[in-house]
Structures are given as structure tokens and as C-alpha cells.
């Protein structure tokens, strides 16, 4: 099972690495606090002093069409916002 599935590259999530120093992940929706530390800190070889989660719950559409009623919903999605100790940083933009 992969706990990061990707960094969060927005605006917002940008301007919390560069003030914050905190870095912005979509992880698994059954990963806990921990395992999510264990994984950042093996795959970018950093401390992490804290980690923060955020499950966002589906959102749901309903349409009416001429065939009928449509109903529908996004995925579930859980971001990890994790602090990292002060001097380190993470630079996702290394490999390209």
C-alpha cells in the first residue's frame, strides 16, 4: 500500500513551503499520522516534526436530464499538510 500518492502544488500549498515550511500530500484515505511520517520521511529523507490530515467527504451532484434523474459524486479525498524541521527543505521539482 502507497501512503503518498502525490505532492499538492497550489498557490496556497506553495506560499505554506515557502513561509511555513510545511509541504502538502493527497494520501491514502486509511493511512494514520504516523505511518504518514514514516512514509515522508523515507522518501525525502527529511524530519518531519508534525503532521496535519484533512478528509474531505464526496461531494454530490444531482441533474435532471430527459433520460431521468442523474445522480453523482466525486471521490473522497484525505490531504496530509506535515511540517518539516526548520533548514530542510523538499524539492518535488528535482527530478524533472
Known amino acids: 500500500m502507497s501512503i503518498l500518492i502525490k505532492p499538492i502544488i497550489t498557490e496556497k500549498a506553495n506560499s505554506n513551503s515557502e513561509l511555513r ?39 454530490r451532484s444531482v441533474r435532471y436530464t430527459k433520460n431521468g434523474l442523474q445522480q453523482t459524486q466525486t471521490n473522497a479525498v484525505k490531504k496530509a499538510v506535515v511540517s518539516i524541521k526548520e533548514g530542510e527543505t523538499i524539492d518535488f521539482f528535482n527530478a524533472i
Request: hydrophobic share 35%.
Open 21 to 59: 515550511n510545511c509541504y502538502t500530500f493527497s494520501v491514502d484515505k486509511k493511512a494514520n499520522k504516523i505511518q504518514i511520517k514514516q512514509a515522508v520521511e523515507a522518501a525525502y529523507g527529511v524530519t518531519v516534526e508534525k503532521v496535519r490530515t484533512l478528509n474531505y467527504a464526496p461531494k
